[in-house]
T-cell receptor, first 112, second 113 residues
Framework: GQNIDQPTEMTATEGAIVQINCTYQTSGFNGLFWYQQHAGEAPTFLSYNVLDGLEEKGRFSSFLSRSKGYSYLLLKELQMKDSASYLCAVSNPSGGYQKVTFGTGTKLQVIP | DTEVTQTPKHLVMGMTNKKSLKCEQHMGHRAMYWYKQKAKKPPELMFVYSYEKLSINESVPSRFSPECPNSSLLNLHLHALQPEDSALYLC????????????FGPGTRLTVT
C-alpha cells in the first residue's frame, strides 16, 4: 500500500525560510515530486528527486533520503504569492507503468 | 508548447445527462492521465493511457468512460453521474520514457445536480 504523510497546515512570515516535510511508505519507489497548487488551480511542478541529496532551484530546494523514506521542500525568501498548498507525490512502478500517488498536501500561509 | 488544455472549464450537468470532458497536449507526450480532485483533497488517479492504450484503471465506476482517440487527445465520457462526482477533473501528460514530470491542465470544474 501507499502512505504519504505531510503536515496539514503551516504558517510562515514573508522573507523567512520554511521547510515542509514529507514521509512516505510505498510499495516500490521511482522518485518523489513536489507540486504547488493555488486554490482552484491545477498543480504546477516544482521538483522531482530520484537520488538522495539536495537539489536547488532558485528559492526552492528539495531533499530526498530514500533509506529514511523522507523528503522536504525548502522555500527561501518567502513571498506572499507562495501561499498555496504543497503536494508531495511518489512515483512508483505499477504493472510496468509509472503511477503517481499524492499526499494530502500542506497548506502554507505566508503572513506579512 | 508546454501546455495541456482542457475543455470545458466549468460544467454543470444533471444525473441523467451525457457529457464529455476533453484534454489536449502537443508536447509529443505518450502518457496521459485523468485525476479527480475533491475540495481540500489531493488529486486521485483515475486512468492512465500509455501509447493510446489504457494501462491503469483505478477501479473507477463505469459511469466514467475514458477514450484516447490519438496521441494528443484524451476524453472522459460521463453518464448517469451522482452528486458526489462533483469535483475538479484534472488531465495530465508526461513523456512515457521518463514517466516522471507530469504537466497538468487547468482542470474542469464539474457540478452534478
Amino acid at each position: 500500500g501507499q502512505n504519504i504523510d505531510q503536515p496539514t497546515e503551516m504558517t510562515a512570515t514573508e522573507g523567512a525560510i520554511v521547510q515542509i516535510n514529507c514521509t512516505y511508505q510505498t510499495s516500490g519507489f521511482n522518485g518523489l515530486f513536489w507540486y504547488q497548487q493555488h486554490a482552484g488551480e491545477a498543480p504546477t511542478f516544482l521538483s522531482y528527486n530520484v537520488l538522495d541529496g539536495l537539489e536547488e532551484k532558485g528559492r526552492f530546494s528539495s531533499f530526498l533520503s530514500r533509506s529514511k523514506g523522507y523528503s522536504y521542500l525548502l522555500l527561501k525568501e518567502l513571498q506572499m504569492k507562495d501561499s498555496a498548498s504543497y503536494l508531495c507525490a511518489v512515483s512508483n512502478p505499477s504493472g510496468g507503468y509509472q503511477k503517481v500517488t499524492f499526499g494530502t498536501g500542506t497548506k502554507l500561509q505566508v503572513i506579512p | 508548447d508546454t501546455e495541456v488544455t482542457q475543455t470545458p472549464k466549468h460544467l454543470v450537468m444533471g444525473m441523467t445527462n451525457k457529457k464529455s470532458l476533453k484534454c489536449e497536449q502537443h508536447m509529443g507526450h505518450r502518457a496521459m492521465y485523468w485525476y479527480k480532485q475533491k475540495a481540500k483533497k489531493p488529486p486521485e488517479l483515475m486512468f492512465v493511457y500509455s501509447y493510446e492504450k489504457l494501462s491503469i484503471n483505478e477501479s473507477v465506476p463505469s459511469r466514467f468512460s475514458p477514450e484516447c482517440p490519438n496521441s494528443s487527445l484524451l476524453n472522459l465520457h460521463l453518464h448517469a453521474l451522482q452528486p458526489e462526482d462533483s469535483a475538479l477533473y484534472l488531465c495530465a501528460s508526461s513523456q512515457e520514457e521518463e514517466g516522471r514530470k507530469q504537466y497538468f491542465g487547468p482542470g474542469t470544474r464539474l457540478t452534478v445536480t
